[in-house]
């Protein structure tokens, strides 16, 4: 059995924004060697988030104004920070994805991509754990 484990760090640009990291994903899958196993990535952070669809910039718009209307609202939480919207949408999306390998690749649906959602940016740095285990 075999694991190997990569972080990528990232700089976002604004408040909402959602960044391809699928050619990150597949290079660590490359590099650990795992020819059939799993692929675990995970984004360590409470206002970040991971999508697995299409990388269409309509999409994209679509998403971030979804993220707007369904955690725009007053939250108790703003009294502290004022970010209480990102931390309910990255609950709402998750932080962790797992994808099969198999035969080296990544299992991926003909227009899924690998995406990291920001949800408070901009960010000076945004980590991604990659972590691939199998044979």
């Known amino acids: 059995m075999a694991f190997y484990a ?3 760090k990232l700089r976002t640009t604004s408040r ?3 960044i391809n990291i699928t ?3 597949e290079k660590a899958v490359e590099e650990s060697g795992v020819k059939n196993g799993l692929c675990l990535v995970h984004v360590p952070h409470a206002t970040a988030a991971l999508v697995l669809n299409e990388d269409e910039p309509n999409l994209k718009q ?3 104004r979804l993220v707007d ?3 725009g609202n007053s939250w108790m939480h703003n009294r502290i920070d004022n970010n209480a ?3 309910l ?3 709402l999306l998750g932080s962790t994805r797992i994808l099969p ?3 080296g690749k990544l299992v991926r649906g003909t227009w899924q991509e690998i995406m990291l959602v920001e949800l408070d940016g901009p960010r000076s740095e945004r980590r991604v754990v990659i972590s691939v285990i199998g044979e």
Request: aromatic fraction near 0%; charge should be negative; hydrophobic fraction near 50%.
């Open 23 to 25: 050619d990150h994903v």
């Open 69 to 71: 209307e369904l955690t």
């Open 89 to 91: 949408a990255s609950i």
């Open 62 to 64: 679509d998403l971030m």
């Open 6 to 8: 990569k972080t990528i």
């Open 101 to 103: 390998v198999i035969n």
């Open 85 to 87: 919207e990102a931390h």
């Open 16 to 18: 909402l924004e959602v």
